[in-house]
């Protein structure tokens, strides 16, 4: 066996070590996106309404994906075969969203992060009870370690309302629905035009929706940080993209987990929270089950690969 059939990116040509590592770099980057995202919707949840704040962000997106995609792949990126499909995959992820946001309100940051790291583990159970996929015992087993870590994230007396433990979990089981109909749509439709659709899908919702909370009385800095937050979900999805583009996901997925960290760490500096003991136990074991079910998964995907020969 060829050292390039062990090593190779998503397009079937030779992975070298640089397009392994700027794939690995690109997740990292991607997942601080994503933690400036959350904290400053925390942040910013605070004294703007929540709607309002969703709104921008979907709008921000959508305007964006679309002045970035139309010049290069013209009307044709509209085109699409299952555009009722595409509309419940935009409902999903704004459900996602709104969830998300509900979540930040009433938990900090990092265990917000950690929890929504249980979304790899949640496909497991879906793909097994809705597509009837097989699922090993040690599968399994690193899905029901996942769950127990985001027991202890949620328990009573932790670090938040435990009756309102439901929210997160809802989260979790609409996105991981979104990412079942997305792997789904992938084998006839293309990554830009499922991106574009789902930026529009969420802008004119929250459109119809934003009316009834609107105000003008936010402040300049408020206005920033509804930018930043724009800026930082469009370029964290768009160097996600590229992640997995420029190197394998068995290379990639470990690095996702970075995200627990960087928003231990904006947590203790915006909001001057550091996760209890018990928490942190709980989020090392979500990393833990995380990273072990995407070590299971590539080891079963090796062994269904024939070997090729010189």
Not at 275 to 302: F, K, N, S
Request: aromatic share 10%; proline share 5%; with cysteine.
């Amino acid at each position: 066996m060829s050292t390039a059939s062990k090593h190779t990116s998503v397009d079937g040509s030779p992975l070298s070590a640089q397009q392994a590592l700027a794939g690995m770099l690109y997740a990292v980057i991607a997942m601080a996106c994503f933690t400036v995202l959350d904290t400053t919707n925390k942040f910013l949840l605070a004294s703007v309404p929540m709607l309002m704040v969703l709104w921008f962000r979907y709008a921000f997106q959508a305007v964006a994906t679309t002045a970035l995609m139309l010049p290069r792949k013209g009307r044709a990126v509209f085109q699409t075969r299952a555009l009722k499909l595409q509309i419940v995959r935009g409902l999903l992820l704004l459900t996602s969203s709104f969830l998300a946001f509900g979540s930040l309100i009433r938990m900090p940051v990092a265990e917000f992060s950690a929890i929504a790291m249980l979304s790899p583990l949640t496909v497991t159970i879906l793909a097994r009870f809705v597509l009837k996929e097989h699922v090993s015992k040690l599968r399994w087993v690193f899905v029901s370690g996942g769950m127990v870590g985001a027991m202890l994230i949620v328990r009573p007396g932790g670090g938040m309302d435990a009756s309102h433990a439901w929210i997160p979990l809802l989260m979790v089981l609409s996105y991981s629905t979104f990412q079942i109909l997305t792997s789904h749509m992938a084998k006839t439709e293309s990554p830009e035009t499922m991106h574009i659709y789902t930026g529009w899908v969420g802008a004119l919702i929250s459109t119809g929706l934003v009316f009834s909370v609107w105000t003008t009385e936010l402040t300049g800095f408020q206005w920033m940080l509804m930018v930043l937050i724009g800026c930082a979900g469009t370029l964290g999805h768009y160097l996600l993209i590229v992640a997995f583009a420029r190197a394998p996901a068995s290379r990639v997925t470990p690095f996702l987990y970075s995200g627990i960290a960087f928003a231990t760490l904006t947590g203790w500096v915006v909001f001057s929270h550091i996760p209890d003991p018990i928490a942190l136990t709980g989020m090392a074991l979500i990393a833990l089950c995380g990273l072990g079910a995407g070590w299971l998964g590539q080891r079963e995907h090796a062994k269904s690969v024939p070997p090729s020969h010189d």
